[in-house]
């Protein structure tokens, strides 16, 4: 199967710090999706991209489709405790129907 | 509400026996995915299925059978051939149109399965 590398693996942060994290795949997506997964949940989209790019925001969360259509970043500002979890990136292979994911980033916010 | 419910949350299997976990879907969806999620590792499609009464191996399949008999229904059967069953599964679906599928794919809560 396609081999999406996210990283960080995990990260260590203090409340209030911003956090970057990405995606990158040696093949072209046409969709970059982001998902937070909190323990023994499954996974809750974040933000869509479609477009090569593309910049959008929800919240104090911004994600990015890169120009070559083959990487992908998610910022979040401001740090909470409540963003603790796992972050996942996905593709989706053009023309295909299929979804691949990254290994994930482990958030941890200290109070 | 809409969304996708899995069932059991948790099940115990003794080594050689079948399961079946339940995925149900009521956002009239299309397609819908079984994956697989391992500690420290990322999602690993099982089965997927495209449209009722068709279905397509994903990267994993193995040890797995599926059917799709109901729109809103994708249950997923762990046989005793899976040599390492004791995973978190995760089902999933998205709509389409025009034959390709969106790009949103929504999660259930997940079934963790433990072989004893």
């Known amino acids: 199967g396609q081999q999406l590398n996210q990283s960080p693996q995990s990260m260590f942060i203090q409340e209030g710090e911003d956090v970057s994290m990405n995606c990158t795949s040696s093949s072209i997506f046409n969709t970059w999706l982001w998902y937070k997964q909190d323990p023994g949940e499954g996974p809750v989209l974040l933000i869509a991209?479609?477009?090569?790019?593309e910049l959008t925001s929800n919240g104090r969360l911004t994600a990015q489709f890169g120009i070559t259509r083959k990487d992908s970043f998610l910022n979040i500002s401001a740090s909470i405790p409540s963003d603790v979890g796992i972050y996942f990136c996905?593709?989706?292979?053009?023309?295909?129907?299929?979804?691949?994911f990254g290994s994930g980033t482990k958030l941890n916010v200290k109070p | 509400d809409g969304g996708i419910t899995q069932s059991p949350k948790y099940l115990f299997r003794k080594e050689g026996q079948n399961v079946t976990l339940s995925c149900e879907q009521n956002?009239?969806?299309?397609?819908m995915y079984w994956y697989r999620q391992d500690p420290g590792q990322g999602l690993r499609l099982i089965y997927y299925?495209?449209?009722?009464?068709?279905?397509q191996k994903g990267d994993i399949a193995e040890g797995y059978s599926v059917s799709r008999e109901k729109k809103e229904s994708f249950p997923l059967t762990v046989t005793s051939a899976q040599k390492n069953p004791t995973a978190f599964y995760l089902c999933a679906s998205s709509a389409r149109q025009g034959g390709i599928n969106t790009g949103e794919l929504f999660f259930g809560e997940g079934s963790r399965l433990t072989v004893l």
């Open positions: 996905a593709g989706q292979l053009n023309n295909f129907n299929k979804f691949y």
């Open positions: 956002l009239n969806h299309d397609a």
């Open positions: 299925s495209q449209i009722v009464n068709d279905f």
């Open positions: 991209l479609y477009k090569a790019g």
